[in-house]
């Protein structure tokens, strides 16, 4: 059975810091790309940032680059995101998400809520 299962997210005030986790189970985790997206409410859900197989590899989208950063762990089956100098527009529902390499497999976690407020 597959599974992805995000934690880490809070409540946060402003330009402090989280760390995104999402624990993969179910399938070949270092075959497949995995990537972060979020959704405020009443918008889109949005790509922010994903990892290559390997780990080699990484994209972010142009609101958090520079401040966030994915990162995985193959041997626990594990991906990151540490969000640092969080803004109130990073507010949103984390989503992780895995790609397998030919595009042909694609799972979904349920999300975890980040807020980031005063």
């Known amino acids: 059975q597959v599974q992805l299962l995000e934690s880490g997210g809070d409540l946060v005030q402003p330009g402090g810091s989280l760390r995104l986790s999402c624990a993969a189970s179910g399938f070949t985790f270092s075959s497949y790309t995995m990537k972060w997206y979020r959704q405020a409410p009443g918008k889109e859900r949005d790509l922010v940032a994903s990892?290559?197989?390997?780990?080699?590899?990484?994209t972010y989208s142009g609101s958090v680059k520079g401040r966030f950063t994915i990162s995985r762990d193959n041997a626990r089956n594990t991906v990151y995101l540490q969000m640092n100098s969080l803004k109130p527009e990073d507010t949103a529902v984390y989503y992780c998400n895995a790609v397998s390499v030919s595009g042909t497999y694609t799972y979904w976690g349920l999300g975890t809520q980040v807020t980031v407020s005063s």
């Open positions: 990892i290559s197989s390997s780990g080699r590899s990484t």
